[in-house]
């Protein structure tokens, strides 16, 4: 038996403990995701899709299930602070605890624990969990599903505007486990929400966190989900992320990864009705011996559809990076406008990068386009600085933070562009780090 | 002030400057005209330290110091201060955030006090006015989207904060209109003094109406081909640089 398989199965068998918990109308449901994990078990890198990313320091865990630890509100304010919003929702290694969180403000928007629903609450607030993600195609979506215990719920009603966005907090605790984060936020036709997801460790800096997160963008909605990978850590990060986006319908995402041994994000966005815009960002510094894959698909699946995207990877140390953005433009598909840019910062001779744009269009009557690049530091500017008396180091600091502003300075919360300074600094510092 | 003696230089293979001889005390302008090519600003990046210029014979010799021997940034932080022909785009890096850098990393070095966030603006407010920049140029990233007049007063505003002893202006001139062209002369003459010494790089004599030199020297394949006051600069205005291929190069010595 390889090591991909005994350590699917050991993944495998954390699902009975799960079941026995208890939740019966969660059951169902996370039998399915079993059954999906034990079909496709770990992916092994003869997969197209895995090429670049071997999951074989993965494989040698054991992962255990949450223990979960009491966490105080100091400890999370030291960790998640400043919360970047007026609705405070938390969740402790996947479950939420009501004490840490403070919901309301947004009175428009509907945010509930998955846990806490009733069965047939359940068949309504939670209508269509778990069909925007492919758990057939997903194997650690599956596994999410299989393990799933409890979820974030947000709804934004038809026609309500949230001024504020809602700040979700998963925070993990325990070394080694398994961690289930689940969101999934529905915004019905008309209204606005703006999300941020925010990953940050206590205790957990090792182990997976494995989180899913899937938002439907009814007609003339507009969403903005920001993912922060913040647990700086040396643990496995892999999330999946698919939104589906109605007629008029805008979704922006922006996915920041700060850190994490081995990152695997999946991004797949479907524009399934005219008029439909998607922009999609995304930030990733890696040092040290990190690898940090992000995959995404946006799927330009009726015509008259927009979709922006912009990828920046930072590397230094002997990290890797990998990107692969693939565009779909399905028949029928016109005037389909598409951009994609995969820019790359190489701060060290060992860091690498793998980044590969994959158009497939199948209309005649698009604007497509798509540049990736890898550079070091623009010489021009650091001699440009560097004649203003700010030092090497100082000026090539400045020009890294620079390039990564870009993504930063485009977040739809003002709050946050200044509140992840510190984090951003700790990674950059990292990054260069030439080891 | 400044001594620079048989200076040659390459760029790349192509040796660019072949013996440049030039003394500048305090208190002068120097001009330096030339036509395109004949090495003007390489010369003036030799002396602000440009990493891809290199000096292949010959010395520098700035305040007693070997300034060849000093980083870009210890070149800045003694009072050498080139006016970039083209100011780079930074995207990313606000202005404001950059020219505090930039006069805190000198004034550390000079051993005063660094200043705040409050003494900063103070500062780079009036300097601001002076050049007639709107302070929003603050917020924006340094030189991103800037027009060229803009770029330009953005590198007199810097001088203005840092106070250089010595000051090099490349190009300063080139894409300006002459009310832009108005406010960077200006800036030049109002540092102007007694302990301080300027080269003026240009290929126009226009500029030399505003910024009157105390000399002007003519350089011509990597040499200066002839030195002279004032005056010389309108003498090329009407002849042109052609007549100087023609004269032998002894004659032009001088």
Request: with cysteine; proline share 4%.
């Amino acid at each position: 038996m390889s090591a991909l398989s005994e350590a699917s199965e050991h993944l495998l068998g954390l699902h009975e403990p799960v079941m026995a918990r208890g939740d019966g109308a969660l059951a169902a449901l996370r039998q399915t995701g079993r059954d999906h994990f034990a079909a496709l078990g770990l992916p092994h890198p003869q997969l197209e899709e895995w090429r670049y990313t071997n999951l074989a320091p993965l494989a040698k865990e054991r992962f255990t299930l949450p223990a979960r630890r009491a966490v105080s509100r100091a400890d999370l304010e030291a960790v998640a602070c400043p919360v970047f919003a007026c609705s405070l929702c938390v969740f402790i290694d996947g479950i939420y605890d009501p004490a840490l969180s403070a919901l309301g403000a947004g009175a428009d928007l509907h945010v509930e624990s998955l846990a806490a629903l009733s069965a047939s609450e359940l068949a309504q607030s939670a209508a269509g969990l778990d069909t925007l993600v492919d758990g057939k195609l997903h194997p650690f979506a599956a596994l999410n599903t299989a393990l799933l215990e409890d979820a974030a719920i947000v709804r934004a009603p038809r026609g309500t505007r949230t001024a504020e966005p809602l700040h979700v907090v998963f925070v993990s605790t325990g070394a080694g486990e398994v961690r289930s984060p689940r969101l999934f936020i529905v915004a019905e036709d008309d209204s606005q929400v703006r999300v941020i997801q925010d990953h940050v460790s206590l205790g957990g800096e090792s182990g997976l966190t494995n989180a899913v997160t899937e938002v439907r963008v009814g007609s003339n909605a507009e969403v903005d989900c920001i993912t922060l990978q913040r647990d700086t850590a040396d643990g496995f990060l892999v999330s999946n992320l698919a939104a589906q986006v109605e007629r008029s319908g805008r979704f922006g995402s922006s996915v920041l990864t700060f850190g994490g041994r081995l990152v695997r994000n999946d991004l797949s966005v479907v524009l399934a009705g005219e008029g439909a815009e998607a922009r999609m960002n995304g930030l990733f510094v890696g040092g040290g011996k990190r690898l940090i894959d992000n995959h995404t698909l946006v799927d330009h699946a009726v015509p008259h559809c927009t979709s922006h995207e912009l990828y920046k990877g930072l590397l230094g140390g002997q990290s890797r990076g990998v990107f692969r953005g693939r565009v779909l433009v399905r028949p029928g598909a016109q005037k389909t406008w598409a951009e994609q840019s995969n820019p790359n910062l190489l701060l060290s001779r060992n860091a690498e990068i793998d980044t590969k744009p994959q158009l497939e269009i199948h209309a005649d009557d698009v604007k497509c386009s798509h540049g990736s690049a890898i550079g070091q530091l623009h010489e021009e500017a650091l001699f440009y600085l560097r004649s203003r008396a700010i030092d090497e180091h100082e000026a090539r600091g400045l020009l890294t933070r620079g390039f990564a502003r870009e993504v930063l300075d485009a977040l739809p919360v003002e709050a946050l562009r200044e509140g992840l300074e510190a984090t951003l600094e700790a990674s950059l510092g990292e990054a260069a780090q030439d080891e | 002030m400044l001594e620079i003696k048989n200076l040659h230089a390459r760029a790349g293979e192509n040796e660019i400057l072949k013996g440049i001889d030039l003394t500048i005390a305090g208190g002068e302008v120097h001009a330096i005209m030339g036509p395109n090519g004949s090495g003007k600003s390489t010369l003036s990046n030799v002396l602000a330290g440009r990493p891809t210029v290199e000096v292949t014979a010959g010395s520098v010799t700035y305040d007693g110091k070997n300034l060849l021997e000093l980083e870009p940034e210890e070149r800045a932080r003694e009072g050498v201060f080139l006016a970039f022909q083209y100011p780079v785009e930074i995207p990313g890096v606000t202005n404001s955030y950059f020219l505090k850098a930039s006069v805190n990393a000198v004034r550390r070095h000079r051993g005063e006090e660094e200043l705040d966030a409050m003494d900063f603006l103070q500062l780079v407010r009036e300097k601001m006015k002076a050049v007639e920049m709107d302070e929003k140029f603050l917020h924006r990233a340094i030189n991103e989207g800037f027009s060229g007049g803009e770029k330009k007063r953005n590198e007199i505003l810097q001088m203005a904060l840092l106070e250089p002893r010595f000051a090099i202006l490349d190009e300063a001139d080139s894409g300006l209109d002459i009310d832009a062209l108005r406010i960077v002369a200006d800036g030049v003459n109002r540092l102007r003094g007694p302990d301080r010494g300027m080269l003026v790089i240009t290929h126009y004599q226009r500029l030399l109406e505003y910024i009157v030199p105390d000399f002007v020297h003519v350089l011509a394949e990597g040499r200066i081909a002839t030195s002279g006051g004032k005056e010389l600069a309108l003498e090329l205005e009407e002849r042109g640089y052609g007549w100087l291929e023609t004269e032998p190069k002894g004659a032009a010595a001088g």
